[in-house]
Nanobody
Framework: QAQLVESGGGLVQAGGSLRLSCSAPPRTFMWYSVAWFRQGPGKDREFVAGLSANAQSTYYGDPVKGRFTMSTDDRILRVYLQMNSLTPEDTAVYYC????????????????????WGQGTQVTVSS
């Protein structure tokens, strides 16, 4: 089973930027969709962005469209989440997750469809 390693969280002022990264064993992201979810204090886990298998297409949750960008390196070993124009509402623990079903053209937005999760990284945006 793939193991995901996340990094890049931290404390930033409103309007600032952060970049999260998530790495997995080779070929994981080639065969499976990968997504970023977040869970803020007292909130449900929320889909942030997803990348379909083999990085064919990218999808974003409405709250982050136009501000966040998900990408991968050339060898599809690591995925990134570039977060710009951060607001206090973006404060949450961010998780990287891998789809339980291979080769989906569209990354699912339901957390139940993901069976491998990273440890989470805290993002705190101060006002």
């Amino acid at each position: 089973q793939a193991q995901l390693v996340e990094s890049g969280g931290g404390l930033v002022q409103a309007g600032g930027s952060l970049r999260l990264s998530c790495s997995a064993p080779p070929r994981t992201f080639m065969w499976y969709s990968v997504a970023w979810f977040r869970q803020g204090p007292g909130k449900d886990r929320e889909f942030v962005a997803g990348l379909s298998a083999n990085a064919q297409s990218t999808y974003y949750g409405d709250p982050v469209k136009g501000r966040f960008t998900m990408s991968t390196d050339d060898r599809i070993l690591r995925v990134y989440l570039q977060m710009n124009s951060l607001t206090p509402e973006d404060t949450a623990v961010y998780y990287c997750a891998v789809d339980k079903t291979p080769n989906r053209r569209t990354p699912p937005t339901n957390a139940d469809e993901y069976d491998v999760w990273g440890q989470g990284t805290q993002v705190t945006v101060s006002s």
